[in-house]
Structure formats: structure tokens, C-alpha cells
């Protein structure tokens, strides 16, 4: 039963997906004949005359539904259809593009795992976990930007490596680190967070104990830790080649995620339609293969003895840590309140920083300092607001795991920019616009987090014991499963606001979000990318407020899971002392 609804489910969302794609010219409000005709000659005159001929060419009197009927039933034969603009087959172009994403993922991938391994080798040495505040500033940092200031450093003043196009293997390796540091941070920050739970088993101790060689037990340790997170690593290879658009524009790069950005902005409907469902393809094929290494990665053994692993050890979170993170990043945005993000001073463009502009000016001579600590409320209040959204829908798609899985995967295989597109084009550029974007695809990890915590917490014992003894299903509910749940979940939303607030600002980077003159800090680091060789302060300050936010995130969000368990385990040591006093004065 739970197979055919996910089944179902993904069905009805891959169709919602690509007839929102279908709809883009009649959500946009323009006229599609007039954007084509631009997008084929701009000197061309608009005559109404060239509009009907382009009307008349590509069948848009005949509706939407006409179109999509008559793509579909081209793409059961096998033909993707013709580009709108050049005319030529779409399948070519979308196969040379998924191509070179394919290539570039897999080089990011590289360098992701390499980091990944950095990060994890710490927590095998000394078999205990940090705060992973360094992992997180990492996975913080703006693709783009990192992207703009490799190509600046290694490419342009040092002449080491090309800035531009993809001719060859050197090509490929500034991209793959602007795209791999960020990811490796991610998954090196999963893999060392679960590892210490692990290291507290009793068959290492075993093992330890026997003789067995610690690089052994590490790979042991590893390939024990990794079944749950192997779906984690799906999601961020697909993110490295959907998702790197704004990697691929900086070094104009021509896979797939650039070509779907080109094509919607020329609104080439069919060019669209392909490279999204290449996309979505890849997303699925990528989930179906990230479950059988699970299962493979799993064993028989370790499948009988169940799939989930031992609950996570906490780590022993300083609170100077996020408390230090905290008042730096709240110093910054409350000064900044205090001055005019608006005043312009052309004699003082891109003036360093000194003791009347603390974080320098910009290019029109504003106050950097001004514009992040406004630039605060929409960013990290939009995503805060995101977070919130995504677990509540996340705690009630939870009960409901058949149904959310298949739309998971479709939402998953989405990268933001495209969902950002459709939703531009239909509400227009702006903050609201970019936040309803990100929120419909951030839920998904949250929801399979809260759907395993659901199966495992209706699988206990001592909810057997409530049924046992009457309870009604009301009060089990709000009693029992919901506060097992919400808990860990919303220490999992926090986790992920960074990555929230990475997504708004990737929009913003590309049009797609805040507009000007809105100090939104996406916006920010697009507005500076042009002069980073001359006054790289102005990409800087959001860039190093978006790594505060992140540390401060994760390190909170450790110590909040620290002081918990501690008074969990308080509780249930008095309970236990309380007990054994209670026996002794019974006696047998």
C-alpha cells in the first residue's frame, strides 16, 4: 500500500512540475511571441505582423494545454521537440549539458569527499565529536562568491588555471572547488556528527579489545555510519549539477542548470521542459541508486538487526562558543541598524574601511556596515520564517510517509533556481517570491527525518504500554509522539537555517529574490561581485555573516541538544535512585 501511494505521489508531482514548467509563458503575464522574437533577433521591430507569424509558428493560439498535450506526445516517441529560439533539436543540447554537469559534479564530488575526509579524520583519532562550527562556516560559504574570488586569485592574478569555458581538465578545477568546499562541509559535518554514537558501541570496544588494528575499526566505523546518510549524499550530488547555476554563470559554464536558466530567461519553452525533466530524471535515478547502495552498504546482518542507528551521544557544547558567535554577529547588525543604508556618497565609492564607515562603502559610496545590519531582517528573518514553514509541514507530512515520499523526490531533484523562476513568473522578483520558492523544496530532509522518528516511536514499548492500559489515541498523540518528534526535528530545522538563508541568497544572486535597492544579502554579494578585485570588503561582510550564522546555528543547536539530554539523563537518575530507595525500604 505505502509503495503505490509514493508511487502515485510521485506521478501527480512529476506532472504538477512539468505543467508548471508548461505554464511559464502564461504565468509570466508577458507575451511569449515577443520575448522569442527578442531572444531570436533583438534589432528585429515588434511589428505585430512578426509577433503573428511567431504565434502562428509555434502554436501559442492554440492554449497551454495544447502545448503540453503535443510535448508529451512527441516525448513518448522519443522527440524532446525544437528550441523556439535557434530552431534546432532540443535533445542535443540537453544531453551536451547534463554532460558537462555530470563531469563537473563528479570532479565536486571529489573534492566534497576529500573535505568530508578531512573533517571526519579528527573524530576517528580521538572518538569524540565537536560542535562542528567549522564544518558549518564552510558549508556556509556562497558558491558564487567563493567562485568569484578562485577565479580572481588562481585565474586572474596568478594566471594558474583558465576563468572561462570548458575546453579541456583544467577547466574543471576552479568550479569543482567552489562547488565541493561547501558540500564536503555538509557531509563532513553529517558523518562526523553520527560517528561518535558508533565509537560508543559495544562491538568496538570489542574489537579494541582483541587487537584489532584502528584502521579497521575506523572502516568498520564508517561503513556502520553511513547506510542512514548515503539518501544525503544523493541529495547533494544532485544539488552539485542542478544546482550549481550561478557556479556555472560565473565561469560560463554550459550544463544543464545554465542552459535551463538561459532558456527560461528566453522563455524557450521546450529547451526548458527538456532540461528540467533531465533534471528530474537525474533526481530519481540518483535516489533509486543512493537505496541500493544502502541496502548494499546495510548487509544481511545489519538489516535484520534494524536500519536505524544507536540515538546520537551529544556533543559537550561550550556555551561560550555560540555565545561569542552570537554577540559578534548581533554587535555587527545592531550597529549597522544605526546608520543609513540608503545615503549615497559617489566621493566616497568603494572607500576601504576606516572609523566613519567601519566595513568600507560600495560601489555607489553606501555604507557597508549599514546595509548588512538592514539586510539582516530579510535574510535571516525571511529564512527563519522558511525554517518555521518547512517543519511544520514537515512534522505533518511525518504521519503521512507513503503519500510525502514521491513528492520528496520530485522536490528534491528541483534545484531553487528553477522553482525560483516559476515562482518570479508568476508573483515576480522579490523576498516573498524567493522564501516560497526555497519553501517548497527545503521540507523534504525534515520530513523523512520526522517520518523515521514516527515509525520508530510507534514501534516502542512503552507506547504499546499507553494502548495497553487505555489510552486514547488523542492523548498519545500530543502526549507522546509529537514531543519525541518535534524535538530532534527542530534542532534539524536550525541546523539547516544556514543552508536556508545560502538559498535566498543564491536567488537574490541571481535576480530572482530581493530587488534594488534592498540590502538583502544575496543582493549584496551581487552587487559587489563586479569590483571584489578592488574592494573584495563589500563581498566580504555578508559573505562572513552568513558563516557566523551558520557557527552560531550549529554550535546553539549542539548545546541545546547537550543541556536536554543532560537533564533527561538527570531525570531519569532520580527516577532510578528513587526506585531502588523505594525497594530497599519494601524489602522482598
Not at 164 to 169: C, D, F, K, L, R
Request: with cysteine.
Amino acid at each position: 500500500m505505502r509503495p503505490t501511494a509514493a508511487g502515485v505521489t510521485r506521478a501527480l508531482s512529476l506532472a504538477a512540475a512539468l505543467a508548471a514548467v508548461g505554464l511559464l509563458p502564461w504565468l509570466s503575464g508577458r507575451d511569449p511571441a515577443l520575448t522569442v522574437l527578442r531572444a531570436r533577433s533583438a534589432e528585429q521591430e515588434p511589428t505585430e505582423e512578426a509577433l503573428s507569424a511567431i504565434r502562428q509558428d509555434l502554436g501559442l493560439d492554440a492554449g497551454p494545454l495544447s502545448l503540453l498535450g503535443d510535448w508529451a506526445t512527441g516525448l513518448l516517441g522519443g522527440d524532446f521537440g525544437t528550441s523556439w529560439v535557434s530552431g534546432t533539436d532540443i535533445l542535443p543540447s540537453v544531453v551536451s549539458g547534463l554532460q558537462v554537469s555530470l563531469g563537473l559534479m563528479a570532479a565536486a564530488l571529489t573534492v566534497a569527499l576529500l573535505l568530508t575526509v578531512a573533517l571526519v579524520a579528527p573524530v576517528l583519532v580521538r572518538g569524540r565529536g565537536s560542535a562542528g562550527a567549522f564544518a558549518a562556516m564552510a558549508a556556509a560559504v556562497p558558491e558564487f562568491l567563493l567562485a568569484t574570488v578562485a577565479l580572481l586569485v588562481c585565474g586572474v592574478w596568478l594566471g594558474w588555471l583558465p576563468t572561462s569555458g570548458w575546453q579541456g581538465p583544467e577547466y574543471l578545477v576552479l568550479p569543482a572547488l567552489a562547488l565541493g568546499v561547501p558540500a564536503g562541509g555538509l557531509l563532513g559535518r553529517l558523518v562526523a556528527d553520527a560517528l561518535p554514537a558508533v565509537l560508543d558501541e559495544r562491538w568496538v570496544e570489542l574489537w579494541r579489545g582483541a587487537g584489532v588494528s584502528r584502521t579497521r575499526v575506523a572502516f568498520a566505523a564508517l561503513r556502520r555510519v553511513l547506510p542512514p546518510l548515503v539518501p544525503q549524499f544523493g541529495m547533494v550530488a544532485v544539488g552539485l549539477t542542478g544546482g550549481a547555476v550561478a557556479v556555472e554563470t560565473v565561469f560560463a559554464v554550459p550544463g544543464i542548470g545554465r542552459t535551463a536558466l538561459g532558456a527560461a530567461k528566453s522563455q524557450d519553452l521546450p529547451l526548458l521542459q527538456g532540461a528540467v525533466l533531465a533534471l528530474l530524471a537525474l533526481g530519481l535515478i540518483t535516489g533509486a541508486l543512493a537505496v541500493l547502495v544502502r541496502r548494499r552498504l546495510l548487509g544481511p546482518a545489519l538489516r535484520d538487526a534494524g536500519l536505524s542507528l544507536p540515538p546520537a551521544r551529544p556533543v559537550r557544547a561550550h556555551p561560550a562558543i555560540p555565545a561569542a558567535l552570537g554577540a559578534l554577529l548581533l554587535t555587527a547588525i545592531g550597529w549597522g541598524l544605526l546608520r543609513d543604508p540608503y545615503a549615497v556618497d559617489t566621493t566616497a565609492r568603494l572607500a576601504p574601511p576606516s572609523w566613519s564607515n567601519p566595513m568600507g562603502t560600495d560601489g555607489l559610496g553606501r555604507d557597508v556596515l549599514a546595509r548588512l545590519g538592514h539586510g539582516a531582517a530579510s535574510t535571516v528573518g525571511t529564512a527563519a520564517a522558511v525554517c518555521l514553514l518547512s517543519l511544520a509541514l514537515a512534522l505533518a507530512l511525518g504521519f503521512l510517509p507513503g503519500i510525502a515520499a514521491g513528492a520528496a523526490d520530485i522536490a528534491n531533484a528541483l534545484p531553487p533556481v528553477i522553482v525560483g523562476i516559476l515562482v518570479a513568473a508568476a508573483a515576480g522578483p522579490g523576498t516573498g517570491g524567493a522564501a516560497l520558492a526555497v519553501a517548497l523544496i527545503s521540507w523534504p530532509p525534515l520530513a523523512a527525518h520526522a517520518a523515521a522518528l514516527v515509525q520508530e516511536i510507534r514501534a516502542s514499548a512503552f507506547l504499546t504500554a499507553q494502548r495497553a492500559i487505555g489510552a486514547p489515541p488523542w492523548w498519545i498523540l500530543t502526549r507522546h509522539v509529537l514531543p519525541s518528534v518535534a524535538a530532534p526535528v527542530a534542532r534539524h530545522a536550525l541546523l539547516r537555517l544556514p543552508g536556508i538563508a545560502l538559498a535566498l541568497a543564491s536567488l537574490g544572486f541571481l535576480g530572482l529574490g530581493a530587488q534594488p535597492p534592498t540590502p538583502e544579502w544575496g543582493l549584496l554579494l551581487d552587487e559587489s561581485r563586479a569590483y571584489v578585485e578592488r574592494a573584495p570588503w563589500a563581498a566580504l561582510a555578508p559573505a562572513a555573516a552568513l558563516a557566523l550564522l551558520a557557527g552560531l546555528a550549529v554550535s546553539g543547536a549542539a548545546y541545546a541538544q547537550d543541556r536536554g539530554s543532560r537533564r533527561t539523563t538527570g531525570r531519569t537518575v532520580r527516577k532510578e535512585s528513587a526506585h531502588a530507595v523505594r525497594s530497599t525500604a519494601v524489602g522482598p
